[in-house]
C-alpha cells in the first residue's frame, strides 16, 4: 500500500515560512543581549530581561491566539501576525530609549504568538494523520534549524556591533517569511456552517447565574488552554526553562572561558545533529511508544549541561553540543506532535496555542532566572543548574503524562475484559 505523502506544496512552503519566521527570533534571542551589554551597558539580568519582555507579550495573547485559529483560519491568522510581525522589525529603527525599545519588544512577541500557533495548526493539519509523528518531527525540524542557525547568524550580523545592519537583516528575513506565508493555500480552510456554528456557540456560551462550580471553571478555562495538552505542556515548560541557558548566555559564556571563536559551531554542530537523526525520530515516535524518545532524549540533553558547566577547551563544548543536539531533537518534536495527538482534531489551534504557552514562558522565565544564577556565580554554575532542571523535567514526565497514560491503558483494557 502506498504511503501517504508529507512534501507537498503546502508542507513545504508551510516549513520555509516557519523557518524565516524562528530564525528572525532566534536572531535577535542572541544579538539583542549583545546590544543591551555593549552598547547599553547592562547586566546579566538585564540582558536576560530583552527575551523576558517578549516572551511575556508572546504569553499574554498565546491563550487568544488558539482561539482565533480555530474560529477565523489558520492561513489568515498566520498572515495576519506575520504582517504585525514585520511591522515591529521595522518598528525597531525608530527606537531611540530603551523604554519605546521594551514596548516594541513587547508587540512583537504577542505578534510572534499569533503567527508561530497559526503556521503549526497549518502543519499538522496538512500532515497525513498516519505519519503525523514523522511529518511534525520534519516541521519540528525546520524550527530547530532556526534554533540554533540563528545565534550564529545573530553572532555575525553583531560582530561589528552595527544596529542598523541587525534590524535590516531581520527585516528582510522576516519579509520573507510573509512571502511564503502568503503563498499558502488551504482548500479546507474553510469549515462547514455546522462546526463553524457549532464552535462560536461553545465560545459565547453564557456563564450561569447560580453559584460557579469547578466543572464550569474548567470550561471557562478549557476556552484558552487545551486541558489534553496541558500536561505534556507543562513537561515542555521544564525544557524550555533549561533551554534558555543556550541561546541567550552561550556567547557570554565561551568569552568567561576564553573560547569566543567557537560559539558559533557549537550552534552549527546542535543544528546538525538535529538534522541528522529526525528521520529516524519520526519514525520511531510512529511505530512505537513516545517514551522510548523522551528518557533517551532528556537524559543525553542533562548530560551535555553538565559536560558544558564543566569545559574548559573548545572541543569539550563542541562535544556537549554533539549531546545536546541529539537529546534536543528528539524532544521537541516528541512534545509537540503529543499536545495535537491527545487533543480532539477540531481543537488542534488550541492545543497548539498551549504548548507554546508553556514553551515561550518556560524560555522567558528561564532567561531571567538563569541570569540570576550567572550574576551572582558564574556561568558554569549557571549551566550546571539548567542540567538539574533538565533531570526534573524527566520526572515531571513521568509525573504528568507516562503515569497517568499507563493507568489509563490498564483500565481501557480491564473494561475490555469485562
Known amino acids: 500500500m502506498l504511503r501517504e505523502k508529507i512534501w507537498t506544496r503546502n508542507f513545504v512552503t508551510i516549513c520555509v515560512s516557519s523557518f524565516f519566521m524562528f530564525l ?48 477565523f483560519g489558520k492561513r489568515k491568522m498566520a498572515i495576519i501576525g506575520m504582517v504585525i510581525f514585520l511591522i515591529a522589525c521595522l518598528s525597531y529603527f525608530g527606537t531611540k530609549g530603551i ?6 519588544r513587547f508587540i512583537h512577541g504577542m505578534s510572534y504568538a499569533v503567527a508561530s500557533t497559526a503556521m503549526s495548526t497549518v502543519a499538522a493539519t496538512i500532515v497525513p494523520t ?48 510573509l512571502v511564503f506565508a502568503a503563498l499558502l493555500r488551504m482548500p479546507g480552510e474553510k469549515r462547514s456552517k455546522e462546526t463553524a456554528v457549532a464552535i462560536a456557540a461553545e465560545a459565547e456560551q453564557p456563564e450561569p447565574a447560580v453559584t460557579v462550580t469547578s466543572a464550569a471553571k474548567s470550561s471557562v478555562l478549557s476556552r484558552f488552554v487545551e486541558p489534553a495538552a496541558l500536561p505534556i505542556s507543562l513537561v515542555g515548560f521544564i525544557l524550555s526553562f533549561a533551554y534558555s541557558s543556550l541561546s541567550s548566555f552561550m556567547a557570554s559564556f565561551t568569552d568567561e572561558i576564553h573560547q569566543s571563536q567557537v560559539t558559533g559551531t557549537f550552534f552549527m554542530v546542535f543544528a546538525v545533529m538535529i538534522v541528522a537523526f529526525r528521520p529516524l525520530i519520526g519514525k520511531i515516535f510512529d511505530r ?32 556537549a553540543g554533539v549531546i545536546m543536539g ?27 496555542g498551549t504548548f507554546f504557552l508553556m514553551f515561550d514562558l518556560g524560555y522567558g522565565l528561564g532567561s531571567y532566572f538563569m541570569g540570576m544564577v550567572a550574576s551572582f556565580t558564574d556561568y558554569r554554575m549557571m549551566y550546571f543548574v539548567a542540567g538539574i532542571v533538565t533531570l526534573v523535567c524527566a520526572g515531571g514526565y513521568y509525573l504528568l503524562h507516562h503515569r497517568p497514560r499507563a493507568r489509563l491503558l490498564v483500565g481501557s483494557q480491564k473494561a475490555n475484559a469485562a
Not at 523604554?99 to 516594541?104: K, M, Q, S
Not at 528518557?295 to 564543566?310: E, K, R, T
Open 130 to 177: 498516519s505519519r503525523q509523528g514523522e511529518g511534525m518531527g520534519y516541521y519540528t525540524m525546520f524550527m530547530s534549524i532556526a534554533m540554533v542557525v540563528g545565534p550564529a547568524l545573530g553572532l555575525f550580523l553583531w560582530q561589528d556591533k552595527n544596529i542598523n545592519v541587525l534590524l535590516l537583516a531581520i527585516c528582510v528575513i522576516a519579509a520573507a517569511s
Open 24 to 71: 528572525t527570533f532566534y536572531v535577535l534571542t542572541t544579538a539583542f543581549p549583545l546590544y543591551v551589554r555593549d552598547s547599553l551597558h547592562g547586566n546579566q539580568q538585564q540582558m536576560g530581561l530583552v527575551i523576558t519582555i517578549y516572551v511575556l507579550g508572546g504569553v499574554l495573547i498565546r491563550p487568544f491566539s488558539g482561539q482565533w485559529v480555530d474560529r
Open 326 to 352: 541529539i537529546g534536543y531533537g528528539a524532544l521537541l518534536p516528541c512534545f509537540q506532535t503529543l499536545a495535537i495527538k491527545l487533543s480532539p482534531e477540531h481543537r488542534r489551534g488550541s492545543a497548539n
Open 288 to 319: 512505537y511508544k513516545e517514551h522510548y524518545l523522551y528518557y533517551p532524549g532528556v537524559g543525553l540533553f542533562a548530560v551535555g549541561m553538565f559536560l558544558l558547566s564543566q569545559a574548559h577547551s573548545a572541543a569539550m563544548v563542541l562535544f
Open 99 to 104: 523604554i519605546l525599545f521594551l514596548i516594541v
